[in-house]
């Protein structure tokens, strides 16, 4: 590729609003545009990149065994209501009506859609086992799309179901995908850690998280530097044996009255007890009043977690629940919450004003006779709140496994592969006939990895004050040959035409920097956009049949003898 026949984009400074390195630098570099919020273009050097991702991923799954296939991005809904997630899902499900007014959704993930392609062409054991998978571009709508495409409402996701007439089966294809995705985060060059995660309401035995190794994670690893235990503490805490730490919340000294909850209530409240139900995540308090009982639940959304952590939290909201269901199903709808408890009847939640104002359609949907205490003020409205450390699960803590302590880490989630048994086959009635000539419900595994995301990860992991520093094997080109004088010398154009040809001849994805700029104007250029090896080439080296070779992070340039340039970067 020559430069003057691509499109670069290059920015001075990255939008005020980007918050992570990984954001800023693809935006600066060009890799992408914003759409809308968590929506992006991309552009065609960052495609270059995701593309690269992509195909590495590609490959390892095809040599794994699996087969490529690609499902429709619209679902009807109706798939989402045999399975029962539909309700469940929540907001997160992007839904719509057609001109018929039939439902449709966005698909979020595939399970239902796959499930149904299978249960009406797989019939006997003999077609089994078997493993589809699909790249494709994935909806769901987050509370907080945020961190450019690392948590973005559109994106990539590389996502493989597998189907099984035994659970040993299942657990064998489930070791393939595990060690198939370390070949695969090795092939990238990230540097990640494969840790245990909860099955949460899915059940079933296994599940592994990959995570890139990087501050600006959103989830915490609890690691044992002695042993391989490494799990999202999230998990980690659920078998963690309880601490002071993990003290159940005490009654509430008052409690919010249906109807009649202020915020002078909730505050009371939160002064007594904020500490506690902090310190413990999620927590319900509950207490009797004149025969009723009311609970007052925390929630805890994974992102708001964070800010909880660094006290940004700027204000709570209270909501009453007619009915337990209606609880039930409210929190069905709220990412990471721990919880529920069943109470008897008023149900007052309190949570952090950003869910309330994201989730405030879909209640006043629910319960016309809801109410929240939004747009809270803290410092006028109720007592600055005080910041706990809220994390059940601490450094120097005892690992489960009894081997030594545990370290904290921050991870990024870029793959996930779980055994999801016979949940989604058993609701979609997927089933075959074994040996015998008997039905049975198949067993299923799904694993996903989540491809634009991982450019963002590897960014994170791999960046200087110059820019993005990334591995050849993704990067948009892996060589770059800016030319001293171009336009100028018959001698620096030849020789910089020459090694072009030559590399290209070698399948070296090289780009040839023929802009008639300043040399500092290309040098800050590839560097920011994160060419990992440069060739300059002008009339003094040329002198001496020489070119000058800088590695991306190397100090200072060497002098390469022009024969040796290709061997070099081969
Ligand atoms: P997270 O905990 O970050 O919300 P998830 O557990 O909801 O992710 P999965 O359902 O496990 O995600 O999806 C498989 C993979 O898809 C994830 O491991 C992640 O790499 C990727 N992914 C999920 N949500 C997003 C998103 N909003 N933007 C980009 N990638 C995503
Ligand atoms: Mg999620
Ligand atoms: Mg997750
Ligand atoms: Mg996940």
């Known amino acids: 590729m020559r430069t003057t026949q691509f499109f670069f984009t290059t920015l001075k400074e990255a939008p005020a609003d980007a918050e992570v390195i990984s954001q800023k630098m693809m935006l600066r570099a060009g890799y992408i545009k914003r759409a809308a919020a968590g929506i992006y273009t991309w552009m065609p050097l960052g495609l270059r990149v995701l593309r690269k991702v992509e195909n590495i991923v590609r490959e390892e799954m095809n040599a794994a065994g699996a087969l490529e296939l690609l499902m429709p991005a619209v679902q009807p809904f109706e798939l989402w209501e045999e399975s029962g997630r539909g309700p469940a899902y929540g907001p997160e499900l992007l839904r719509f009506k057609d001109r018929h007014q039939r439902d ?280 600055e709140p005080e910041v706990f450390d809220i994390r059940n699960v601490v450094a120097g803590d005892p690992s489960p496994d009894g081997k030594g302590v545990l370290g904290i880490c921050r991870g990024i989630e870029v793959g996930h592969i779980f055994q999801l048994r016979s949940k989604y086959a058993k609701a979609l009635n997927c089933t075959f006939l074994d040996e015998n000539g008997k039905s049975q419900v198949m067993e299923m595994g799904c694993y996903g990895i989540g491809v634009s995301r991982i450019v963002g990860a590897a960014i994170e992991q791999g960046n200087d004050d110059k820019g993005i520093v990334l591995p050849p094997a993704i990067a948009p080109f892996a060589v770059c040959i800016v030319p001293m004088g171009y336009h100028k010398s018959e001698a620096v154009k030849a020789a910089a035409d020459q090694l072009y040809a030559d590399l290209k001849q070698q399948g070296i994805d090289v780009v040839l920097d023929d802009r008639n700029e300043r040399p500092g104007v290309m040098f800050a250029d590839m560097e920011l956009i994160g ?40």
Do not use: W
């Not at 700027?314 to 069943?342: H, K, M, N, W």
């Open 104 to 383: 449709f959704v966005i698909g979020p993930t595939h399970e239902e859609v796959i499930t149904d392609v299978v249960r009406r062409d797989v019939k006997s054991y003999r077609q089994l086992p078997i493993h589809l998978y699909q790249i494709q571009t994935k909806f769901r709508d987050e509370i907080r799309p945020r961190f450019g495409v690392m948590r973005g409402r559109e994106f990539l996701m590389k996502d493989g179901y597998s189907f099984h007439t035994s659970f040993d089966d299942l657990v064998r294809e489930y070791g393939n995908m595990y060690a198939t995705y370390g070949r695969i985060f090795n092939r990238l060059g990230l540097k990640f850690r494969a840790v245990a995660a909860d099955t949460g309401s899915i059940g079933g035995d296994g599940s592994h998280e990959f995570h890139v190794l990087a501050d600006s994670g959103e989830d915490d690893i609890a690691f044992c530097p002695d042993s391989d235990y490494a799990a999202n503490v999230e998990l980690a805490e659920a078998v963690a044996p309880a601490t002071p730490r993990a003290a159940a919340a005490q009654p509430m000294a008052k409690v919010a009255t249906p109807g009649k909850t202020s915020c002078a209530d909730v505050a009371a409240f939160l002064t007594v007890d904020l500490a506690k139900i902090v310190k413990t995540i999620a927590v319900v308090a509950e207490q009797e009043d004149g025969g009723k009982k009311f609970a007052l639940l925390l929630l805890r959304a994974d992102h708001e977690l964070n800010e909880i952590k660094a006290g940004k939290i700027a204000a709570l909201g209270a909501f009453r629940f007619a009915s337990d269901s209606e609880v039930q199903e409210y929190l069905g709808c709220v990412p990471g919450f721990i919880g529920p408890v069943a109470v008897d009847r008023d149900k007052v939640a309190v949570f952090a004003d950003r869910t309330v104002a994201a989730m405030s359609d879909f209640v006043c949907g629910a319960n016309e006779a809801g109410y929240h205490l939004s747009g809270v003020n803290f410092g006028r409205d109720l007592p």
């Open 531 to 570: 060419i990992p090896h440069r060739v300059v080439i002008g009339e003094r080296g040329l002198k001496d049949g020489q070119f000058e070779y800088k590695g991306r992070t190397d100090a200072e340039a060497t002098m390469v003898a022009q024969g040796d340039i290709v061997g070099l970067l081969q």
